[in-house]
Nanobody, 128 residues
Framework: QVQLIESGGGLGQAGGSLTLSCTAS????????MAWFRQAPGKDREFVST????????FYSDSVKGRFTISRDNAKSTVYLQMNSLKAEDTAVYYC?????????????????????WGQGTQVTVAS
């Protein structure tokens, strides 16, 4: 079965950096767009970033653009989220997800319904 295992969360300082990793198994990783979402207490899960297959085009939410970088290593079946210039409002549980559609990116890639497998989540807490 498909499994996504996130790691790398923890406590970060405002202005600092953290890197999240998500390793997939049971799936042809290189064939699917991957994404990161986050969910803060009392809020809906929100889109953070996605990366396509092939040349790996990237897309970001406005709240993280310029600070976060998504990347993928198909040989390791792993997607990363490099988070720089952390802010207190980045505090959330971060989830990686694999797209429902292989190869082509969903036109509405920010919605949770565009993804059919999710990791268990990793907590990121930013101290101000």
């Amino acid at each position: 079965q498909v499994q996504l295992i996130e790691s790398g969360g923890g406590l970060g300082q405002a202005g600092g950096s953290l890197t999240l990793s998500c390793t997939a198994s049971g799936v042809s990783f290189s064939a699917y767009p991957m994404a990161w979402f986050r969910q803060a207490p009392g809020k809906d899960r929100e889109f953070v970033s996605t990366i396509t297959t092939g040349i790996g085009r990237t897309f970001y939410s406005d709240s993280v653009k310029g600070r976060f970088t998504i990347s993928r290593d198909n040989a390791k079946s792993t997607v990363y989220l490099q988070m720089n210039s952390l802010k207190a409002e980045d505090t959330a549980v971060y989830y990686c997800a694999i797209a429902s559609r292989a190869y082509s990116i969903d036109p509405d890639y920010t919605r949770t319904g565009a993804y059919n497998y999710w990791g268990q989540g990793t907590q990121v807490t930013v101290a101000s």
